[in-house]
């Protein structure tokens, strides 16, 4: 019967879409990857942003606009895996494990959502050197609120480089992120910074 429920969306067109928690193992690295981010403050500030920076009318019909929970899950997770935008954009439209990372609950009967390459380069260039701190920021609160990194050796890791990889001690980042305590969960291994990593210290 469980099996008749998780297809029955796709044989009959009617039933409930299936959920992608329920096909995405609790271990699946993606899914750990996902669940460690404080995707509502930072999705927050993001909108905020571009809000402020880029006013924009209300056009009535046409395709709904893409969440900014999905391109920036979509911007991080390329350099998390490794993917050009074109292939992970890609894998928004096949993969249940990455539509789970992007916030996307059902999944479809077929591969309708979908981000152009595009688009996502036009949401990486929007993001601002504010953004980035505010981004930083909200990161860097979360994971010193779980533990995970230590206040006295946060690091910024600025990447990618034309001579490879600058680290620097950011003592702003720190001060924003001590002035500014989100009680969200944080990345366990890396906070991403459009650019850059916050890496826990060792012991």
């Avoid at 935008?85 to 439209?93: A, F, M, N, P, S």
């Avoid at 505010?134 to 990618?160: C, N, R, W, Y």
């Avoid at 720190?174 to 944080?186: D, E, M, N, S, T």
Wanted: aromatic share 6%.
């Amino acid at each position: 019967m469980g099996i008749v429920r998780h297809l029955q969306h796709w044989l009959t067109g009617r039933g409930p879409h299936p959920q992608t928690a329920e096909f995405v193992p609790k271990t699946h690295s993606l899914r750990l990857w996902a669940d460690t981010f404080p995707w509502d403050a930072m999705v927050d500030a993001v909108t905020h942003s571009f809000d402020q920076r880029f006013p924009k009318k209300r056009l009535k019909g046409g395709r709904a606009p893409i969440s900014p929970r999905v391109l920036l899950a979509l911007e991080l997770l390329k350099h998390e895996v490794g993917e050009s935008d074109e292939g992970v954009c890609e894998r928004l439209r096949t993969d249940v494990a990455v539509m789970y990372a992007c916030g996307l609950r059902e999944v479809p009967a077929e591969p309708s959502y979908f981000v152009l390459p595009e688009t996502l380069a036009q949401f990486r260039r929007r993001i601002d050197q504010d953004l980035t701190d505010k981004l930083v920021a909200i990161q860097s609160a979360a994971a010193m609120e779980e533990g995970l990194v230590s206040p006295a050796h946060l690091l910024v890791d600025t990447f990618p480089s034309e001579q490879g990889s600058q680290r620097v001690t950011d003592a702003t980042t720190l001060y924003k992120a001590q002035k500014k305590p989100a009680p969200h969960r944080a990345h366990r291994r890396t906070v991403h910074r459009a650019g850059h990593d916050l890496e826990p210290a060792n012991g």
